[in-house]
């Protein structure tokens, strides 16, 4: 049994430019970056050293 040939014509994406793919590509890069956090107007201070407490049992 022969196969038939479609009929459906090749699909042919839009021309963009090259400035709309640029521009697309920054746009979605600002969108998925998480913004920066916010400097602080202090100094960082080191943190105090923790010294863990041992009590004994009762």
């Excluded at 479609?6 to 021309?15: G, I, K, M, Y």
């Excluded at 590509?25 to 107007?41: D, E, G, K, L």
């Excluded at 100094?43 to 923790?50: A, K």
């Amino acid at each position: 049994m022969p196969v038939p040939e479609r009929d459906e014509t090749p699909r042919v994406a839009p021309a963009v430019s090259m400035r709309d793919l640029l521009a697309s590509c920054a746009a979605a890069s600002a969108v998925s970056t998480p913004p920066r956090p916010a400097p602080s107007a202090e100094p960082r201070r080191p943190e105090p050293e923790r010294v863990s407490e041992h009590r004994e049992a009762a």
